[in-house]
């Protein structure tokens, strides 16, 4: 019976493959969850940005179809875009550690809106989160960087969309707009999933510095191209 039930589902599995075939959740084409060649562009090493206020490292070149995964993690919680943002937080954090010493440091993202924390249920970046240390758990222990990260930022106001905004409007957007909810006495690793302009990086660092915190680094899955030093 119970060799007759496990068919049943294989081929129930191979009958749902045909009609609702996988498709690449960047490129659209028929080929997987993600084909080989959109793999590629989040395969990089990550590289430090033009960001001078604390080191600060990235993995992927922000462009529209990098994008197109970003939304999928934020707004789909798709478990594969979660993922591969998720690996390239993890390989910026090796990097930041090959130039700073980071252990013992907390990880603090960056929080989601309130309207997008009652619309998604919570922050997007915590399953992201989850599996970073998941990630850094299952690496050798000698390079084992980080064990847990809390959240310390919200938003003290409304904030606008930024997608529209200029980099001084965005910059105006988020002046003073995060708060700390508690202060502890440990070094803070700042991440995020993209860095454009660095208006929401410096308004972080500047909220957590005024509770006299101390911001060693940050780390974020993608960049704008102008924010890569080289590539």
């Known amino acids: 019976m119970k060799s007759h039930l496990i068919l049943q589902t294989k081929i129930f599995e191979g009958l749902k493959t045909l009609i609702f075939p996988q498709i690449c959740i960047m490129c659209g084409k028929t080929n997987g969850e993600i084909c080989i060649d959109c793999l590629q562009k989040w395969s990089g090493s990550a590289q430090k940005i033009r960001f001078d206020l604390v080191p600060t490292f990235s993995a992927v070149a922000y462009d529209g179809e990098i994008s197109t995964v970003v939304i999928k993690a934020k707004e789909e919680r798709n478990r594969t875009a979660q993922a591969l943002l998720a690996q390239a937080i993890a390989r910026s954090l090796f990097s930041l550690k090959e130039e700073i010493d980071i252990n013992n440091c907390l990880l603090a ?123």
């Open 109 to 231: 993202p960056i929080p989601s809106s309130k309207q997008a924390i009652r619309r998604r249920g919570e922050s997007f970046l915590h399953p992201i989160m989850k599996r970073v240390i998941e990630l850094d758990f299952q690496s050798n222990t000698d390079n084992r960087i980080v064990g847990h990260w809390t959240e310390l930022l919200s938003y003290r106001k409304k904030v606008r969309d930024q997608a529209s905004l200029t980099s001084a409007e965005r910059h105006e957007n988020l002046r003073s707009a995060f708060k700390v909810s508690r202060f502890l006495d440990c070094p803070v690793i700042l991440v995020d999933d993209v860095v454009t302009t660095g208006a929401t990086l410096k308004n972080a660092i500047d909220a957590l510095r005024e509770r006299k915190m101390t911001v060693l680094g940050a780390v974020t899955a993608c960049a704008s191209a102008h924010q890569l030093l080289i590539r």
